[in-house]
């Protein structure tokens, strides 16, 4: 039985650190749904316990279905019939075996049939998904829609729509990029007006690259402010697919993520129902919805990375040249263990980033029943602080780092892995596009710089090193020592007061910060569990020297030269 669950032990690890405890009692109000619902946690333990239980049957069904039906939907892919899309077979199969298990809506409150559960246990079943095709990640993964109507749709539209997640197994999709809007959302232009006859806003326009666009239920972006072009003129809406106003004009043919149908939409005369207030929809709600959209890549990319990391070292442990597997040469084993040394530190900046968001939402929910108190209020925006420029951080990190993983494992399968018949062909393919939706790394770069900029990302860095133990000194003094490094380069960009040239090292800037971070995060790890030792000297000693480069680089820049990279030989070009 293939269980990815139990072959991932870090699982469990990051459910018992100490701030889950913290995560669970707000997230469950003090357990009192346990006195209303016999399934709900008593006590912390009892919740963690529950988290395992519901994990180990996504690990199973990852394992025994979902990565076996995976080839197979990525050769058949979705089709339009009747103006509906059909999934492959296989992703029905997948589907419905997520479903009559209880896990579409598992994040919702209880009393719309979900399990409550926090973000850290949803986002570590994400990462099984992906790991098991990341195609399919993107269907199950847009019930973070759902999460959304919750957080901001009214108490009538929450019972309208959240129970059938659960109850019937509804898909969802964010309908938000057009052919001209896709990074820039504030030029999408699908014309909302409301009509006082039939007393609903109605929908008219086209939408393009929609992920799961025939879902059930969706979340529409569209212009309801006449005389608008910016962001303030556009609010967000809900479409209801049984009312069969839009049609599927057409499927993207795509390089990868083959199962996840990618929808071009027109909007007829559509019926749909306005979320919160006008002019909000980009301003507060999309963004929202792309945070928790960007979390859920950055779990996809660490599913992927592991996927290809998994599928290397199988393939090295088998694979003899020259007298010996290959795994025994020094080019191939340095390779696959900087994979999982890359894998350990990212997942664990996936969760620690993950447990800042909880935080932040558990006390925003609970502003839902009473006032928060001083210190209360001072958290809640303390860990939404962190989770501004953490969950950027994560995506673009992560996904990047993803793409390497799979090029590094298609390599180590040499010529083979170049033809269809090893699964690292697909993951390679599946892998490009996280760095690209969701925003791109260029895009993540500049939300993340915030970070830097603020002192944000210094001042958790500190708070990492205020918790070393000593035994862990060497490795403290070289993060203290490229932590110093980060500081003074940063410092210099901020202090030259130029926009361009920080956005120009704003990827370089982040990523540094990123090292130290997921560095400290190691070392910590390696305190509470000895087998991250490992991986957290590796890992430092391997960045250490990324850091360097890109401190050397920015620090021998010149201002000047930002001009020679504006100027394109256009007579080169031509010829």
């Not at 086209?206 to 962001?231: C, H, P, Q, W, Y």
């Not at 959209?293 to 393939?315: H, T, W």
């Not at 997942?347 to 993950?354: A, F, I, V, W």
């Amino acid at each position: 039985m293939n269980n990815f669950f139990k072959d991932t032990p870090n699982f469990k690890f990051h459910l018992q650190h100490p701030i889950v405890q913290k995560i669970v009692k707000l997230k469950e109000r003090n357990f009192i749904d346990s006195e209303e619902y016999d399934y709900a946690p008593l006590n912390n333990e009892d919740a963690i316990d529950s988290y395992e239980k519901i994990l180990d049957i996504v690990g199973d069904i990852c394992g025994e279905t979902i990565a076996k039906n995976a080839e197979s939907v990525d050769n058949e892919g979705p089709h339009i019939e009747n103006n509906e899309v059909i999934y492959a077979k296989g992703t029905t199969a997948d589907y419905k075996a997520l479903y009559d298990a209880g896990l579409i809506g598992m994040s919702l409150p209880r009393k719309y049939g979900g399990l409550n559960f926090p973000l850290l246990p949803y986002v570590m079943a994400a990462e099984m998904v992906a790991r098991a095709d990341a195609g399919f990640a993107n269907i199950w993964g847009l019930q973070d829609c759902a999460e959304t109507i919750y957080e901001f749709g009214s108490e009538a539209q929450c019972e309208k729509y959240l129970p059938r997640f659960n109850r019937d197994g509804a898909t969802a999709a964010m309908v938000l990029t057009e052919p001209d809007a896709g990074s820039d959302l504030q030029s999408v232009k699908l014309k909302a007006t409301f009509n006082e006859e039939k007393n609903c806003w109605i929908l008219n326009g086209v939408k393009r690259f929609i992920t799961n666009g025939d879902a059930d239920i969706s979340l529409v972006l569209a212009r309801s402010e006449e005389n608008t072009s910016d962001a303030r003129g556009l609010s967000m809406f809900i479409y209801d697919r049984n009312n069969h106003a839009v049609e599927v004009r057409h499927l993207e043919k795509k390089l990868g993520i083959k199962g996840s149908p990618t929808c071009e939409l027109v909007f007829k005369d559509a019926p749909a129902e306005l979320v919160g207030k006008e002019r909000f929809g980009l301003i507060k709600y999309v963004m929202a919805l792309m945070n928790s959209a960007r979390l859920g890549v950055g779990a996809q990319s660490v599913g992927i990375a592991d996927a290809a990391y998994r599928e290397a070292l199988k393939y090295a442990e088998e694979r003899a040249q020259f007298g010996k597997v290959i795994l025994n040469f020094p080019a191939v084993y340095e390779m696959i263990t900087n994979m999982k040394v890359r894998i350990d530190a990212l997942r664990s900046l996936l969760y620690e980033t993950t447990s800042f968001v909880d935080l932040s939402k558990a006390y925003e929910e609970t502003m839902r029943e009473r006032k928060l108190e001083k210190e209360e209020r001072m958290e809640m925006k303390f860990y939404a602080k962190l989770s501004n420029v953490f969950t950027p951080l994560i995506k673009l990190t992560a996904s990047e780092a993803c793409n390497t993983i799979a090029y590094d494992s298609l390599q180590i399968h040499g010529g083979t892995g170049f033809m269809k018949d090893f699964p690292i062909e697909r993951i390679y393919r599946d892998a490009r596009i996280t760095s690209i939706y969701e925003g791109t790394t260029q895009l993540q770069a500049v939300a993340a710089i915030k970070g830097v900029t603020t002192g944000v990302f210094l001042e958790q860095v500190k708070k990492y090193e205020s918790e070393v133990s000593e035994e862990n000194s060497l490795l403290k003094n070289k993060l203290q020592e490229m932590t110093m490094d980060y500081d003074v380069i940063s410092q210099k960009i901020i202090e030259a007061n130029n926009t361009e040239l920080l956005d120009f090292h704003a990827r370089r800037l982040v990523e540094m910060a990123g090292n130290i971070i997921m560095g400290y995060l190691l070392v910590l790890n390696s305190q509470r569990d000895e087998k991250f030792s490992k991986s957290a000297k590796l890992f430092i000693n391997l960045v250490k020297s990324e850091n360097k480069e890109k401190f050397d680089y920015i620090n021998n820049f010149e201002v000047e030269n930002l001009e020679l990279y504006k100027l394109v030989d256009t007579e080169t070009l031509q010829d």
